[in-house]
């Protein structure tokens, strides 16, 4: 993650996946400047005439979706965005995790001070309020299309605005008026346009892509440091790492992961120890490394640029630039993030894929001095067998995840939201692909290390040494058959937790070593 400020002025400051999760987690400040509110309170005055004239304004004065064309009386126009939320609130499901919820409040804070929403003030200074207090909003995770924003998570996430649905506060989820109470506040009475400009929007799509772009970074930043312990550990090539081999194919992502792995390799007594032998080459899951992983950095690129335009963006409608000048549009559609989203999916599971392949290789026997399922003594032990059952298993249940959301379109609205981009499943289906190679790659560790083992007395690289020597502080080389799930389990905390990454940087200071483009977010 890059630096993140101290202070972040929403609606003028420019918003990345770090800077909203340093919001989320505490550690930044989100504030409304002098010069954004008066842009709030002018845009709040722009809705207030529109809705106290004659002519439709669509969603300002008029009803929403089909009944875009009934117009409201100025006495029911605020009793229709209370409506607006109760009835949309319709989220089935667990509740998604509190921190997506408060990522999802940061979100939709910033878009709304740009100043283009018509949205009170003081709405947006309470929506402020749940974050500071993390008073967290329960949200169903089922019921978006990603079509007309995401409708259903959004209603949920404001029913406290009006009194309504459940927050978590110490870990428990009560009614929100006991917690009004509680805080001595009364509902927000919402005004005309405030519904629409809350519930319309793609904070719940985006708020699952900034939780994508920091996971897949960690998956992919470990698959490089078990894939260069593999390399070791079943004396692969370091040639096919050559720079001037990449630069004749110059991607990013392939340079970047090449230039990685030689320096977590640099000086490796390993690698040196069989510089001259006579395998020609080795199996693509070692040798293509750069071209596999490099795909997926790439493809990291790719959502880290399209969500920080998402993040920065107004998504709600109609847009209002004046109180003579409001445009009915789409921004609200899901489905410029709906693809790269996808494409975060597929790129996450190919990790998973390769690295299982590794695990496999690792258990075959074929390599000078490492035996057969990395186990000296076999026959009455399983070795390592059993647990490349498991990554086996959650390759495949990625494959059937990563069929792309935003392939289907099922119209709603009576056909008002005639193509949608569902994009929210997306997110969510990226996010449980990650967590299983996040699992996969936890096994890779595991056994890359045990094979890594074999090879004593050789020292591995300094970074390598430190890395394995911290594996080895809390596992143990395996000698015969036990129960296996824990120190797994234990394996993959290590992946979960970064502490590997922290290890390699206190040896090496990787944060200084490569492109920024890949190391920031």
Not at 44 to 69: H, M, R, S, W
Not at 415 to 433: C, P, T
Request: aromatic fraction near 4%; include cysteine; charge should be negative.
């Amino acid at each position: 993650m890059a630096t993140t400020p101290s202070i972040f002025h929403y609606g003028e400051d420019h918003l990345t996946a770090g800077i909203s999760l340093s919001i989320a987690r505490g550690l930044t400040k989100g504030l409304l400047s002098a010069k954004t509110r008066e842009a709030i309170q002018k845009s709040a005055q722009a809705v207030k005439t529109i809705a106290e004239g004659d002519e439709a304004v669509y969603g300002i004065n008029t009803g929403f979706g089909p009944l875009c064309t009934t117009q409201i009386s100025k006495e029911e126009t605020n009793t229709l965005q209370k409506n607006l939320l109760m009835s949309h609130a319709v989220g089935l499901g667990d509740p998604i995790s509190d921190e997506l919820s408060k990522l999802m409040m940061i979100l939709k804070v910033h878009a709304l001070a740009k100043g283009y929403s018509g949205v009170q003030e003081s709405t947006i200074d309470r929506i402020i309020w749940h974050i500071d207090e993390n008073i967290i909003p329960l949200v169903p995770e089922q019921g978006s299309v990603g079509a007309s924003g995401d409708l259903a998570p959004l209603s949920h996430l404001f029913l406290p605005l009006i009194g309504l649905g459940k927050v978590k506060i110490n870990n428990s989820f009560v009614p929100t008026d006991q917690i009004l109470t509680k805080y001595d506040l009364k509902p927000i009475d919402l005004r005309a346009k405030e519904g629409l400009g809350l519930i319309n929007g793609t904070q719940f799509i985006a708020a699952h892509g900034v939780s994508i772009v920091e996971k897949l970074q960690n998956v992919l930043t470990h698959a490089d440091i078990t894939g260069a312990m593999m390399i070791e550990g079943l004396l692969a090539s370091v040639r096919p790492l050559s720079p001037e081999l990449h630069e004749l194919r110059a991607y990013k992502g392939n340079k970047y992961v090449a230039a990685h792995i030689n320096h977590l390799l640099e000086g490796s007594e390993v690698v040196h120890s069989h510089a001259n032998c006579a395998r020609v080459q080795d199996p693509y899951s070692l040798r293509c490394i750069p071209q596999v992983h490099g795909a997926s950095r790439n493809a990291w690129l790719h959502i880290k640029e399209m969500l920080e335009v998402e993040i920065n963006s107004v998504t709600d409608n109609p847009v209002v630039f004046s109180e003579n000048h409001t445009i009915s549009g789409g921004n609200f559609h899901g489905q410029p993030m709906a693809l790269p989203l996808d494409y975060a999916c597929l790129a996450a599971a190919e990790v998973g894929n390769i690295s299982d392949r590794r695990i496999y290789l690792s258990l075959e026997g074929d390599t000078p001095g490492v035996p057969k399922l990395l186990l000296k003594e076999t026959g009455t032990n399983s070795g390592f067998m059993i647990p490349q059952y498991t990554t086996a298993a959650l390759v495949s249940e990625n494959k059937g995840l990563c069929f792309p959301a935003s392939a289907d379109s099922i119209p709603t609205s009576l056909g008002q939201e005639d193509h949608v981009s569902m994009g929210s499943i997306g997110g969510r289906k990226a996010l449980r692909v990650i967590e299983n190679v996040q699992k996969i790659i936890g096994v890779e560790l595991f056994c890359a290390a045990q094979a890594v083992d074999f090879h004593r007395p050789l020292k591995s690289s300094k970074t390598m040494e430190a890395i394995h020597n911290h594996v080895r502080s809390k596992i143990d080389h395996i000698t015969k058959d036990g129960v296996m799930n824990e120190t797994m389990e234990i394996a993959i905390e290590m992946i979960k937790s970064n502490e590997l990454i922290h290890v390699a940087n206190q040896v090496a200071k990787l944060e200084n070593e490569f492109s920024t483009e890949f190391d920031e977010y």
